[in-house]
């Protein structure tokens, strides 16, 4: 793989990167994307089961969607895509990773700085009283888990349609789109906002606006660049390009 000297020498001069992921960088772990020909959650739209009203009408199917996610997860391992990020994040100065994946890949693989916009699967808490749950045999139930203090359904911890996105996380993903000098979307379709309106705020403001993905997004039409490929090997090989001595330097 050949990348851009721009891309590249743009990384090399970039004194702030930001880096947004989606579902298709744990595709290469085996975690199923929400859409296209590999959404393997073809069987029910993200919008059906991701909203608070799917879970009031039918929380059993949609406690189970999530204890069949979560098992999964727990399954699974980082791949060389989360590992690129890691090392990438250890050779800036000012890295920021901000993930609308709710998988926890990207701290297993040594992440340090993540902003998880979407939530995070691992935790859940009580729709009545807020208290929080991380009891995992709670996914052996077949039916929705109630709270031991008030009955309240148990709900998992991330952001459906129509809610709020953490204001604290989404604060410091917009600082980091709006000062960087590369963003990089990877393994997201870009479709779902406000996750997607960072990348179009980072062009805004001067960002070399990078697409990584197998197939162009909605972004690629307004992005710098769109590097056609899997983020398992392309990151990598990305990383690795950043490391090795530009042509004509001793
Ligand atoms: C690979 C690969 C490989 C494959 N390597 N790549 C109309 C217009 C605009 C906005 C709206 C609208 N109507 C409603 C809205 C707002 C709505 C929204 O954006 N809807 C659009 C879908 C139309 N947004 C919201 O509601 C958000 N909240 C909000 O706006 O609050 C304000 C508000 C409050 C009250 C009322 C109204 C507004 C919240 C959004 C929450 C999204 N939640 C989910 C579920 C999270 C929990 C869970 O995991 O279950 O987040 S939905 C799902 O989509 C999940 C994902 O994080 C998110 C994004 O998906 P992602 O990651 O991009 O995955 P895919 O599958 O779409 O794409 C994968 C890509 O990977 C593909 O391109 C593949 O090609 C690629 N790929 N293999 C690299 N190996
Ligand atoms: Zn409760």
Redesign the pocket.
């Known amino acids: 793989m050949k990348f851009s000297d721009t891309l590249i020498a743009r990384l090399r001069q970039a004194s702030s990167v930001c880096v947004l992921?989606?579902?298709?960088?744990s595709?290469?772990s085996g975690v199923p994307?929400?859409?296209?020909?590999?959404?393997l959650w073809k069987k029910f739209k993200?919008?059906e089961?991701?909203n608070f009203d799917a879970f009031i009408r039918n929380p059993d199917l949609v406690w189970e969607?999530?204890a069949y996610?979560r098992r999964l997860i727990h399954e699974v391992k980082p791949n060389p895509?989360h590992y690129a990020l890691a090392e990438l994040e250890q050779r800036l100065r000012d890295f920021t990773l901000v993930t609308?994946?709710?998988?926890n890949l990207h701290r297993r693989a040594g992440s340090r700085r993540i902003f998880e916009?979407?939530?995070n699967?691992e935790r859940s808490y009580c729709i009545e009283c807020r208290t929080f749950v991380s009891d995992l045999k709670l996914d052996e139930l077949k039916t929705a888990p109630r709270c031991e203090k008030c009955g309240g359904l148990i709900r998992?911890d991330?952001?459906?349609?129509?809610?709020?996105?953490p204001a604290d996380a989404f604060a410091e993903a917009e600082s980091a789109s709006t000062r960087c000098d590369v963003f990089l979307s990877?393994?997201?379709?870009?479709?779902?906002?406000?996750?997607?309106s960072l990348a179009y705020m980072a062009l805004e403001h001067g960002a070399y606006v990078v697409v990584?993905?197998?197939?162009r997004?909605d972004l690629s039409f307004h992005a710098q660049e769109t590097v056609l490929?899997?983020?398992?090997?392309?990151l990598p090989m990305l990383v690795h390009a950043l490391q090795k001595q530009p042509e004509g330097e001793l």
Request: hydrophobic share 40%; charged share 20%.
């Open positions: 992921t989606g579902a298709g960088i595709a290469e994307t929400f859409r296209g020909e590999d959404g993200p919008e089961l991701a969607w999530y996610r895509g609308q994946n709710v998988d916009l979407h939530g699967i998992p991330v952001v459906w349609f129509g809610e709020l996105l990877v393994g997201t379709s870009a479709v779902v906002y406000p996750a997607a990584i993905n197998p197939e997004t490929g899997k983020a398992g090997e392309i």
